[in-house]
């Protein structure tokens, strides 16, 4: 069954501090990977997304993530966090059937102290 | 482009009675649509797959007799929890997609529900 891990439940950073998210999947085929952001009262908002090609990718607002195949993970990255971007982050992922259905992670809880 | 909107935002029933949750992509026709629940501190679990003119797909634990999905048209698809309980209180969101954008979901801004 698919399945999405992310380790970190909550993370707290100081502004300028850099941002690594996990995120690891389990799924017996090709994948379609994004990460998801649901800003406080907000509804969610798409942060980035792999198809193919160039494993990293980036973002709106400065993130990135990268693709590693062969340990079945899509990291969130971002050199330098703002105060604004506290918020939830989901990882999804879907697979290259027809039905298009997302399979999200539990979330990661960030908190950035100004 | 591609918003989509839920109403209502937040709803309060009391126990047994039944309410309907409507989500409307407002600038494109949607292939499919999507509800999910969100439980306080948790993640999104997929309820049911809405595809317009035909039943619903729903996963697995999910009572479709509870939970009743109906897809009138490609910008419209409801919610109908039926019987409410106190235990279906829970944040319902939905998603639509459509072939642009090699079929991205657009999510909803949710709906609070509440049952006393």
């Known amino acids: 069954a698919q399945s999405v891990s992310q380790h970190n439940h909550h993370v707290i950073l100081s502004e300028a501090a850099s941002l690594e998210l996990g995120c690891n999947y389990s799924?017996?085929?090709?994948?379609?990977l994004f990460w998801y952001v649901q800003y406080p009262g907000q509804h969610l908002q798409l942060l980035l997304k792999?198809?193919?090609?160039?494993?990293l990718v980036k973002g709106i607002k400065g993130f990135e993530a990268e693709f590693i195949k062969s340990k079945f993970s899509f990291n969130l990255r971002k050199p330098s966090v703002q105060w604004s971007d506290t918020a939830e982050y989901f990882c999804a992922v879907r697979g290259m059937d027809s039905s298009y259905k997302l399979i999200f992670g539990s979330g990661t809880r960030l908190l950035v102290r100004p | 482009g591609a918003v989509v909107s839920q109403h209502p935002s937040w709803v309060i029933c009391k126990s047994g009675t039944s309410v309907k949750i409507e989500c409307r992509s407002l600038d494109f026709q949607a292939t499919t649509m999507f509800w999910y629940r969100q439980f306080p501190k948790q993640s999104l679990m997929l309820m049911a797959t809405?595809?317009?003119?035909?039943?619903?797909?729903?996963e697995q634990g999910v009572e479709k007799d509870k939970f009743l999905i109906n897809h009138a048209s490609l910008t419209l698809s409801t919610l109908t929890v039926t019987s409410a309980h106190p235990e279906d209180s829970s944040f319902y969101i939905c998603?639509?997609?459509?072939?642009?954008?090699?079929?991205?979901?657009?999510f909803g801004p949710g709906t609070r529900l509440t049952v006393t």
């Open positions: 998603s639509a997609i459509t072939y642009r954008n090699s079929y991205e979901q657009y």
């Open positions: 792999y198809f193919s090609g160039d494993p």
């Open positions: 809405s595809n317009e003119g035909s039943k619903a797909t729903y």
């Open positions: 799924y017996g085929g090709t994948v379609n």
